[in-house]
């Protein structure tokens, strides 16, 4: 069976400084994706930064970042230079074999001004 | 491009009534899917399509029915409504498996009295 786990329910962060969230992940598959999407106070679901399996070096988009793990399964997005705006849900999420998504439980982020 | 819209955008039911979600992209994406999100749970996966007439169950299928008979659309029928289906729900749409963003409709918040 493959899981999604974030077990931080809720992190915060002050405005300018640098948070990571957590996320591991289990699946048997060799070929496989992992996302961390956004869910801002809208609802809307933004998709945040993405990884593939194969790919050793680490994704990063702009201030965010990941710490891609593989043997570990660990799968943890860092936000660099935090701003009111990051404040969100943040959901990790896994692709493999058929196209089926897993997400996690999410992590409630707040940034303090 | 409107991308993926979601009507409506909030619905009340009695239980056992029975109603039709209706999720439409414009992207000629061959991927879409049904999610549902309830509090503590992130999102987890209802059905997925990988193209028109092909359809699959995901992690939470009892009590709701799918189908594609175009690209553009997937509608979700809730067969006779029950408080458990209670939810927020999510149709989202990608052009491929893993390599493309997935987007996100806005949601339907879904109450059943």
């Known amino acids: 069976a493959q899981t999604v786990t974030q077990s931080q329910p809720e992190m915060s962060v002050q405005e300018a400084e640098t948070v990571t969230l957590s996320c591991t992940y289990d699946?048997?598959?060799?070929?496989?994706?992992l996302f961390w999407y956004k869910q801002p106070p809208s609802r809307q679901m933004i998709l945040v930064i993405r990884?593939?399996?194969?790919?050793?070096q680490n994704a990063t988009e702009n201030r965010f970042s990941v710490n891609f793990q593989k043997a570990a399964k660990s799968f943890s997005l860092k936000i660099s230079d935090s701003q009111l705006g990051d404040a969100a849900m943040y959901f990790c999420?896994?692709?493999?074999?058929?196209?089926?998504?897993?997400f996690g439980t999410g992590t409630r982020l707040k940034v303090l001004a | 491009n409107a991308g993926v819209t979601q009507t409506p955008k909030f619905q009340v039911l009695k239980t056992g009534q029975s109603m039709t979600l209706q999720c439409a992209q414009d992207m000629n994406h061959e991927y879409m899917s049904w999610y549902r999100q309830d509090p503590g749970m992130g999102l987890r996966l209802i059905h997925y399509s990988v193209g028109a007439g092909i359809t699959d169950q995901g992690e939470v299928p009892n009590g709701y029915n799918v189908s594609r008979s175009t690209t553009e659309d997937f509608p979700l029928r809730l067969l006779s409504a029950a408080p458990s289906q209670t939810s927020v729900y999510f149709c989202?749409?990608?052009?491929?498996?893993?390599?493309?963003?997935?987007?996100f409709g806005p949601g339907t918040r879904l109450t059943v009295l």
């Open positions: 989202a749409s990608s052009y491929s498996w893993g390599t493309d963003t997935q987007y």
């Open positions: 999420a896994l692709l493999s074999g058929t196209y089926k998504y897993i």
């Open positions: 990884q593939e399996a194969y790919k050793q």
């Open positions: 699946t048997s598959e060799s070929d496989y994706y």
